[in-house]
């Protein structure tokens, strides 16, 4: 299992979209564990949304 942060881009596609939304279109193996946002740690669930400007920290089963 390995731990990874990404930051999200302004342009990033799916800002805004529901995480249940986006379920579809990620990979089997992908939790995604915490999103920081204006310093404050997020767990997220399906309503929550990935806005620009924010980090996220996914964990996953997948060589990266």
Do not use: C, M, W
Request: glycine share 4%; aromatic share 8%.
């Amino acid at each position: 299992v390995e731990a990874l942060e990404f930051d999200v881009a302004d342009d990033f596609e799916y800002a805004s979209v529901a995480l249940r939304d986006l379920n579809p279109k990620l990979k089997k193996d992908i939790l995604i564990g915490a999103i920081i946002r204006e310093g404050a740690v997020i767990y997220p669930h399906g309503n929550t949304t990935l806005e620009a400007l924010q980090l996220l920290l996914h964990y996953t089963t997948q060589a990266v």
